[in-house]
């Protein structure tokens, strides 16, 4: 048994190791808390781009109303190297924009480094919302477009790869656009380990209390995917306790940063433990602000 003392008063709770189901049940009681903007389910999709010869040039995989908000996330966007300045990447831009749309989504948000493609999403009207300098020295950058609002189409300088064809894709489609990013990063950025942290605290009678699902890259960064705490067990350093393990396993393996994101309706609780503001996303969900934090320990 742990014997966590906070001041306030004292409980024994026992840290396990985080079940599948309860990793599930963490995650349907935080959407419970989480503002909704509509009711649809999250929703994956992949684009494919291929030439003449019906091989995959290029590509992207989108997830469409992530965490139930009117957002499209696009997850990744590649176009291989010997079509690279033709429009491919546009074109990709382009559809996945009227997808978007189509599905009545307000936002697109994306991920890209300083050795990517960031004056690529500029140009159509992409701003950046988060940076943070990363261990291998580049910058990660976080960005944005609000569709409902009056900016410019670009047109690229060489349009010549509207001649190819942009469709619908599946598993294995997305396989070779990973495939593709993949090779390219490698020259960038060097092969870590991933330590998952996935653990809970239970009372006396073995009775769930908290959890916490977390992640470190070692030499990198560590992430804390989501922390919940039961509504009779809050306000009494629980939440606290699980994110001090997180960043204790986070300087075991050498990392000297631990991230996470929030919302208006939780942020108070990072800052109070020592998080600091790196970018906010601005009305999303509709009335609500979304934040970047880290930490350095």
Same mark, same amino acid.
């Given at each position: 048994?742990?014997?966590?003392?906070?001041?306030?008063?004292?409980?024994?709770?026992?840290?396990?190791?985080?079940?599948?189901?309860?990793?599930?049940?963490?995650?349907?009681?935080?959407?419970?808390?989480?503002?909704?903007?509509?009711?649809?389910?999250?929703?994956?999709?992949?684009?494919?781009?291929?030439?003449?010869?019906?091989?995959?040039?290029?590509?992207?995989?989108? /997830?469409? #109303? +992530?965490?139930?908000?009117? @957002?499209?996330?696009?997850?990744?966007?590649? =176009?291989? $190297? %010997?079509?690279?300045?033709?429009?491919?990447?546009?074109?990709?831009?382009?559809?996945?924009?009227?997808?978007?749309?189509?599905?009545?989504?307000?936002?697109?948000?994306?991920?890209?480094?300083?050795?990517?493609?960031?004056?690529?999403?500029?140009?159509?009207?992409?701003?950046?919302?988060?940076?943070?300098?990363?261990?291998?020295?580049?910058?990660?950058?976080?960005?944005?477009?609000?569709?409902?609002?009056?900016?410019?189409?670009?047109?690229?300088?060489?349009?010549?790869?509207?001649?190819?064809?942009?469709?619908?894709?599946?598993?294995?489609?997305?396989?070779?656009?990973?495939?593709?990013?993949?090779?390219?990063? /490698?020259? #960038? +950025?060097?092969?870590?380990? @991933?330590?998952?942290?996935?653990?809970?605290? =239970?009372? $006396? %009678?073995?009775?769930?209390?908290?959890?916490?699902?977390?992640?470190?890259?070692?030499?990198?960064?560590?992430?804390?995917?989501?922390?919940?705490?039961?509504?009779?067990?809050?306000?009494?350093?629980?939440?606290?306790?699980?994110?001090?393990?997180?960043?204790?396993?986070?300087?075991?393996?050498?990392?000297?940063?631990?991230?996470?994101?929030?919302?208006?309706?939780?942020?108070?609780?990072?800052?109070?433990?020592?998080?600091?503001?790196?970018?906010?996303?601005?009305?999303?969900?509709?009335?609500?602000?979304?934040?970047?934090?880290?930490?350095?320990?």
């Amino acid at each position: 048994m742990v014997d966590l003392d906070f001041g306030k008063e004292e409980m024994d709770h026992k840290i396990e190791n985080l079940t599948k189901e309860e990793a599930v049940y963490i995650g349907e009681k935080i959407n419970e808390i989480v503002p909704r903007e509509v009711d649809a389910d999250e929703e994956e999709f992949v684009l494919k781009v291929e030439n003449e010869n019906s091989e995959i040039i290029g590509g992207c995989i989108a /997830e469409v #109303y +992530e965490y139930h908000w009117s @957002r499209l996330l696009l997850e990744y966007l590649w =176009v291989n $190297k %010997d079509y690279r300045h033709q429009g491919i990447g546009s074109l990709i831009i382009r559809e996945v924009e009227r997808i978007a749309r189509e599905k009545g989504c307000r936002v697109v948000t994306l991920g890209t480094a300083s050795y990517m493609a960031r004056p690529f999403y500029e140009k159509h009207g992409y701003t950046v919302f988060t940076s943070m300098k990363a261990a291998n020295g580049y910058i990660d950058y976080s960005l944005v477009k609000y569709l409902d609002r009056d900016t410019p189409e670009y047109v690229p300088t060489d349009n010549s790869g509207i001649k190819y064809k942009i469709s619908s894709g599946n598993d294995g489609d997305a396989d070779v656009i990973l495939n593709g990013i993949r090779t390219y990063s /490698e020259a #960038y +950025e060097e092969k870590c380990e @991933r330590d998952d942290f996935c653990r809970k605290l =239970v009372d $006396k %009678d073995g009775k769930f209390v908290a959890g916490v699902i977390a992640n470190v890259n070692k030499g990198y960064e560590g992430f804390v995917t989501a922390l919940f705490v039961e509504e009779p067990f809050r306000r009494q350093g629980l939440g606290t306790y699980l994110l001090q393990e997180v960043e204790k396993l986070a300087k075991e393996n050498n990392t000297s940063v631990v991230l996470t994101s929030a919302g208006d309706w939780n942020v108070d609780f990072f800052k109070k433990n020592g998080y600091m503001l790196r970018g906010e996303l601005k009305d999303v969900p509709k009335g609500h602000n979304c934040y970047e934090l880290y930490k350095n320990i």
